[in-house]
């Protein structure tokens, strides 16, 4: 039962908006659609193989159902803090939520390609809105003091869908068929928005401005056409001609986007947060590197185990669990981390540590011991989930109230297409590799030079936190 005592002016605020004294379980409702929407990510691909057959097509087909979700999201993603200040922000959340999870099972229901495709696109609209108004829910009734503790709670789904996914959804496709890896969103779908219901306060309507088409448009093609660029990027021949097209035509469109969004008095996607010190290092540079590097890992780890060291599937799906462990190994610490060395510290000598442990993947060779092997990946896994954890959330450490939708907008889109870039850029820098050496297929030595790429990049985006004021996100730790 909710007391009138609990409600607090956030003295941290530079405004009078009235905010709860942190809850548990506001974050651990959010976290619990997170969790959601990252499982269902990680768990589509150990079924892909058992869809085509049952849809008449390859696996390579399916891969549009992907694309498609990723489309969706990006497209639909500038306009979520509209529709929040149009209807309210727990409404819209519940509403995405059940659109999600009436979409995931129509994804089981599906008897064919089209329908499928369609079904994803469902999903990728759904969860577009799902994951910046979950965000903005979170920091209306947060005060900045107790950020952290919330931000441990909703990160956990990022770090732990990866390891439950591919194993859970491996297990369901094997015994029960592909097609509950969907199904699956049901009850948790259902729980989480009956959740949100109970402990979400209600949030008013708010008078929202007349809807930015203009900006909605040029947002939306940008997002898609350099998603799909990238996407396509790592394909040979004419394809790759047609990505490098799509992504000019992105970026031609993002400069439009971006000078009608300064110049609009109500832009659909408000860029002000981006003038504040923690979102420009926290989400654009260098935060924008590292979650993309971060994205790739789980790419280029599997690759390295079954193409670099010969390695069986399955062995080699027992190591990715052993890097997955390590990050949510050394979650329970990282709050106190922070509070001892503060985020400027964390995220540059954290950054350099992560650059570390990508160079050893470049040396490491089949040969090692095994005990070398588990320390490299525990290594890896630890300062993913530190790096991870400090960036998500220094990211709004002076965002005042009245910017918090605002940020939580810029800050999904810029996080989404950080995950949507990692893999393909790591798969053309493969794809390169492979051309220099002039090998007929992929080996050890070009994953040796994808590593060695994303170890730079790491090392270019840690010195960029040497900038970092000292003093950002104190408030938040407690430091003085």
């Known amino acids: 039962m909710r007391r009138e005592d609990d409600i607090l002016p956030d003295v941290t605020e530079a405004s009078s908006t009235p905010v709860r004294r942190y809850s548990p379980a506001i974050a651990l409702v ?14 589509i691909n150990t079924s892909l193989p058992q869809m085509a057959r049952s849809f008449g097509v390859t696996a390579l087909d399916l891969s549009l159902g992907i ?13 979520a803090s509209w ?18 999870t009436a979409a995931s099972v129509w994804c089981g229901l599906a008897r064919g390609l089209p329908e499928f495709v369609l079904a994803r696109i469902a999903q990728g609209l759904a969860a577009a809105v799902m994951s910046p108004v979950g965000m903005t829910i979170m920091l209306r009734y947060t005060p900045k003091s107790e950020l952290m503790r919330a931000q441990s709670v909703t990160v956990w789904p990022a770090l732990s869908a990866p390891v439950i996914g591919p ?18 969103n049901l009850p948790v779908g259902l729980i989480a928005a009956l959740a949100i219901l109970k402990v979400v306060p ?13 900006g909605l448009v040029l947002c939306a093609v940008a997002l898609t056409c350099l998603l799909a660029g990238f ?42 947060p981006l003038k504040r010190a923690s979102m420009r290092y926290g989400a654009l540079y260098p935060g924008l590197v590292f979650r993309c590097l971060f994205s790739s890992a789980p790419f280029l780890l599997p690759l390295l185990f079954q193409i670099g060291f010969g390695l069986s599937p399955a062995v080699a799906g027992s190591w990715m669990l052993g890097y997955f462990c390590a990050n949510l190994g050394l979650k329970p610490f990282t709050s106190a981390i922070l509070r001892r060395f503060g985020f400027r510290n964390v995220l540059f000598f954290n950054g350099l540590l992560a650059a570390l442990s990508l160079l050893v993947c470049v040396f490491v060779s089949p040969h090692e011991s095994v005990l070398l092997l588990v320390l490299t990946l525990v290594f890896a896994g630890a300062t993913r989930s530190m790096e991870l954890t400090a960036l998500s959330t220094v990211m709004f450490a002076d965002v005042s109230a009245d910017e918090r939708r605002a940020a939580a907008g810029v ?40 590593f060695l790429v994303s170890a730079v990049l790491a090392l270019v985006a840690a010195v960029g936190f040497a900038r970092m004021p000292e ?3 104190s408030e938040m730790t407690g430091r003085v």
């Not at 959010?30 to 990510?41: E, H, I, K, P, W």
């Not at 008013?204 to 203009?214: F, M, V």
Request: aromatic share 8%.
């Open 30 to 43: 959010l976290a619990l659609a997170a969790f959601m929407q990252n499982l269902d990510g990680a768990i």
């Open 67 to 79: 694309t498609a979700y990723m489309l969706a999201s990006a497209a639909m993603s500038p306009l």
């Open 83 to 100: 529709l929040a200040i149009k209807a309210g922000e727990r409404r819209v959340m519940v509403l995405a939520m059940l659109v999600f």
């Open 167 to 184: 194993v859970l959804g491996g297990y369901i496709t094997q015994t029960i068929g592909w097609q509950w890896n969907f199904w699956l």
């Open 202 to 214: 209600p949030t008013p309507p708010e008078d929202a401005p007349p809807l930015d088409w203009k």
């Open 231 to 272: 996407q396509r990027s790592p394909e040979p021949g004419s394809e790759r001609f047609l990505a490098f097209g799509l992504m000019i035509s992105g970026a031609v469109a993002g400069v439009f986007a971006v000078r009608h969004l300064r110049a609009h008095e109500t832009p659909i996607l408000s860029l002000e």
């Open 411 to 450: 800050s999904s889109i810029l996080q989404q297409a950080a995950s949507a870039a990692g893999v393909p850029v790591m798969a053309f820098c493969l794809s390169v590799a492979q051309t220099a050496y002039g090998h007929a297929h992929l080996g050890l030595a070009e994953l040796r030079v994808a």
């Open 471 to 473: 003093g950002l996100g």
